[in-house]
């Protein structure tokens, strides 16, 4: 935990990125909902109605589907940078999904973020790589702090504890679609992990270190930081297996 997050109890979230009022700003921010909602598969049709405006217009403005998603992206990407920035406090301290789930005014844009983990692509890219780099600062102060056990690998425990977070969401919402309200959605999911992720990372899951132990022996590597503890007791060869 960051001395930013401890010391930053609120901070209100990043406006969305600006609209001109234009036809073809408001054919993106509906285009930026549909696929929240409907994923990425929905059609030009379907689009253009929300939007209020014929098929025909939506080509016109943007060549194609697939440009109108490009554009989508760069809206979105757009947002989220201008979020971490001015929230940097609680986006650096592992809090940057809290902050664009607190307000609904978001859901469109967060939703088209959990739309496109499950899908891949440039924004889940760079969103993922957001949080890894976020999660790299504020974990190097946790272990300097003395509150977090260094590691063998920092940089490869980090990207594991991200993926497996942001994994876990992006299965929750496919086997839990959130409909219109992904806002509360994600809400409900990270209040759901709490407890489990807290108990996890202070109490840890295996009784001891043997299996870490054995790995290190059998890759050869010699152990770093967060290597076996010259204290620590481990197997013998009068052990059982």
Same mark, same amino acid.
């Given at each position: ?129 957001? +949080?890894? @780099? =976020?999660?790299?600062? %504020?974990?190097?102060?946790?272990? *300097? $702090? &003395?509150?977090?056990? /260094? ?59 043997? +299996?870490? @132990? =054995?790995?290190?022996? %059998?890759?050869?590597?010699?152990? *770093? $930081? &967060?290597?076996?503890? /010259? ?11």
């Amino acid at each position: 935990m960051s001395s930013a997050q401890r010391d930053e109890p609120s901070v209100e979230p990043a406006a969305r990125p600006a609209s001109d009022g234009s036809t073809r700003e408001r054919i993106r921010d509906a285009a930026v909902l549909r696929f929240a909602r409907s994923g990425f598969s929905a059609s030009v049709r379907a689009v253009a109605a929300d939007a209020g405006v014929s098929p025909a217009l939506v080509i016109h403005h943007f060549g194609s589907k697939d440009a109108l998603h490009r554009v989508c992206d760069e809206h979105v990407l757009a947002w989220i940078v201008e979020s971490k920035r001015q929230n940097m406090g609680r986006a650096t301290g592992g809090q940057l999904l809290q902050v664009l789930a607190e307000v609904d005014e978001y859901a469109p844009l967060l939703g088209y973020v959990v739309r496109s983990l499950q899908a891949g692509g440039e924004v889940a890219r760079a969103f993922v790589q957001h +949080m890894v @780099d =976020d999660a790299q600062v %504020y974990t190097a102060e946790a272990v *300097a $702090a &003395g509150i977090a056990r /260094p590691s063998v690998d920092e940089e490869a425990r980090v990207r594991y504890l991200v993926l497996s977070s942001l994994g876990a969401l992006s299965l929750a919402m496919t086997l839990d679609p959130p409909g219109d309200d992904i806002n509360a959605a994600v809400r409900t999911y990270l209040a759901d992990q709490r407890l489990p992720t807290i108990e996890l990372f202070t109490q840890g899951f295996l009784t001891d270190r043997r +299996m870490l @132990d =054995d790995y290190l022996l %059998y890759v050869g590597d010699p152990p *770093a $930081a &967060g290597g076996p503890d /010259p204290e620590h007791t481990t197997r013998t060869t009068n052990e059982e297996p």
